[in-house]
């Protein structure tokens, strides 16, 4: 009898584990499903209680939140030109002022932003025909957090030519991206580029430790297929499939490394699917969905909230708290 009672207790707290663990969790961002120009805020895991960011004039093509301050990047079109897509700047923790746009329609149409843990950001433009209408390279750009101190618009260097997809890794200085289909990583202090054995690679979504890789495999559009890879031997140790091909948005880790969300759209609705990732093992679970509908509507597209919550500082410049990333 006491051997059931310790199975039975042993069986319950391995269930309420699984339960508790078995979506991910945390503050969220996304677009509003009816005004692309509103970014809203929720819990993945309750979105009950949904509240309003920020409100651009624009609609908002992307975001990205930095981790460890209350600022966040947008992708927006600034003129509603057709080849212009420009960066801008917000702090969630002082609202009343005024975006900062760090781009100016110097660029084109900048498709992917990545910014690292001390504040420097990565884009790429690769849209071939901005070239003779912007004057600039097709590639991966760089502008450093010590330049978004300046009161001015913001130098960007050129790291790499017709580069695409850059993700900063954990430690700031090194970015993996994609060029040709082949996967590289860039020291962006020192220009040293290492070609990695693992191809072909459309895109690469970098887990929050920067140990593994997953990579979609897009055919026609669409996703059917996704693997995860070693960043220390190259081996690859699991794939998953979706039921069907979807059409690919998305493809992300939660903070904590332990699920890889996928979005699709179908149907005139979008998906998002959390599958589990178990590092001990190197494998996948059962996928769930998630973020099923928020005020009877689906989300485009979501990033996680900043991890940190920083105090509101009266001051009257946007880029105070970059100096204070590093240190």
Same mark, same amino acid.
């Given at each position: 009898?006491?051997?059931?009672?310790?199975?039975?207790?042993?069986?319950?707290?391995?269930?309420?584990?699984?339960?508790?663990?078995?979506?991910?969790?945390?503050?969220?961002?996304?677009?509003?499903?009816?005004?692309?120009?509103?970014?809203?805020?929720?819990? =993945?895991?309750?979105?009950?209680?949904?509240? @309003? =960011?920020?409100?651009? %004039?624009?609609?908002?093509?992307?975001?990205?939140?930095?981790?460890?301050?209350?600022?966040?990047?947008?992708?927006?079109?600034?003129?509603?030109?057709?080849?212009?897509?420009?960066?801008?700047?917000?702090?969630?923790? %002082?609202?009343?002022?005024?975006?900062?746009?760090?781009?100016?329609?110097?660029?084109?149409?900048?498709?992917?932003?990545?910014?690292?843990?001390?504040?420097?950001?990565?884009?790429?433009?690769?849209?071939?025909?901005?070239?003779?209408?912007?004057?600039?390279? *097709?590639?991966?750009?760089?502008?450093?957090?010590?330049? #978004?101190?300046?009161?001015?618009?913001?130098?960007?260097?050129?790291?790499? @030519?017709?580069?695409?997809?850059?993700?900063?890794?954990?430690?700031?200085?090194?970015?993996? !991206?994609?060029?040709?289909?082949?996967?590289?990583?860039?020291?962006?202090?020192?220009?040293?580029?290492?070609? #990695?054995?693992?191809?072909?690679? @459309?895109?690469?979504?970098?887990?929050?430790?920067?140990? !593994?890789?997953?990579?979609?495999?897009?055919?026609?559009?669409?996703?059917?297929?996704?693997?995860?890879?070693?960043?220390?031997?190259?081996?690859?140790?699991?794939?998953?499939?979706?039921?069907?091909? =979807?059409?690919?948005?998305?493809?992300?880790?939660?903070?904590?490394?332990?699920?890889? *969300?996928?979005?699709?759209?179908?149907?005139?609705?979008?998906?998002?699917?959390?599958?589990?990732?178990?590092?001990?093992?190197?494998?996948?679970?059962?996928?769930?969905?998630?973020?099923?509908?928020?005020?009877?509507?689906? *989300?485009?597209?979501?990033?996680?909230?900043?991890?940190?919550?920083?105090?509101? @500082?009266?001051?009257?410049?946007?880029?105070?708290?970059?100096?204070?990333?590093?240190?």
């Amino acid at each position: 009898m006491k051997n059931l009672i310790i199975c039975f207790c042993c069986c319950l707290a391995f269930l309420l584990s699984f339960t508790a663990h078995a979506k991910p969790t945390g503050e969220i961002l996304f677009f509003h499903p009816n005004n692309r120009g509103e970014l809203l805020m929720t819990r =993945i895991e309750d979105t009950s209680n949904v509240r @309003e =960011i920020y409100r651009h %004039r624009h609609k908002i093509q992307g975001i990205t939140a930095h981790q460890k301050s209350p600022f966040v990047l947008f992708l927006a079109n600034p003129q509603d030109r057709g080849l212009v897509q420009d960066i801008f700047l917000a702090d969630m923790k %002082r609202r009343n002022l005024s975006l900062r746009n760090l781009t100016k329609e110097r660029f084109g149409f900048i498709m992917h932003f990545a910014i690292s843990k001390n504040g420097d950001i990565v884009f790429t433009t690769n849209l071939k025909r901005a070239e003779k209408v912007f004057g600039i390279k *097709v590639g991966i750009y760089f502008i450093s957090q010590s330049e #978004l101190r300046r009161q001015d618009t913001p130098h960007a260097t050129l790291l790499v @030519e017709d580069g695409e997809t850059p993700v900063w890794f954990p430690d700031g200085e090194r970015i993996i !991206y994609t060029k040709n289909n082949e996967l590289f990583i860039l020291t962006v202090p020192t220009g040293n580029k290492t070609l #990695l054995p693992i191809h072909p690679v @459309e895109s690469a979504a970098l887990s929050p430790d920067g140990a !593994y890789i997953a990579s979609p495999t897009i055919f026609g559009g669409k996703l059917v297929q996704i693997e995860i890879h070693s960043l220390e031997t190259y081996e690859k140790l699991a794939t998953t499939r979706p039921p069907i091909p =979807i059409p690919f948005r998305d493809l992300k880790w939660s903070p904590d490394g332990k699920y890889l *969300v996928y979005t699709g759209a179908l149907d005139g609705n979008y998906h998002h699917v959390a599958i589990p990732f178990d590092k001990d093992n190197a494998t996948l679970g059962v996928p769930v969905d998630i973020l099923t509908e928020v005020q009877g509507k689906t *989300v485009q597209k979501f990033v996680w909230a900043s991890l940190v919550r920083f105090p509101v @500082e009266p001051t009257e410049h946007l880029t105070t708290l970059w100096g204070k990333l590093k240190k």
